[in-house]
């Protein structure tokens, strides 16, 4: 059963198409934030030392600290 569920999540990484940097916690990231303001979308860079990351296939998660 975890098998296929990791089969899928490759599968849907792949779709994406997206390439995800290589990097760790201490590593200093610049992050793109989507931020709305009433109708206006605009992307404000973030930047900051990255103090943990979580690996999860498609959940993966990590926390930057400015």
Known sequence: MAD???LLEQEEIARLG????NFAPGDTV???VN?????????QLYEG???S????GLN???????
């Open 4 to 6: 296929i569920i990791q």
């Open 18 to 21: 997206k390439t995800i940097p």
């Open 30 to 32: 610049v992050v793109g």
């Open 35 to 43: 931020v709305v303001e009433g109708t206006r979308k605009r992307v």
């Open 49 to 51: 030392v990255v103090i």
């Open 53 to 56: 990351k979580r690996n999860r």
């Open 60 to 66: 993966s998660a990590f926390t930057v600290r400015k």
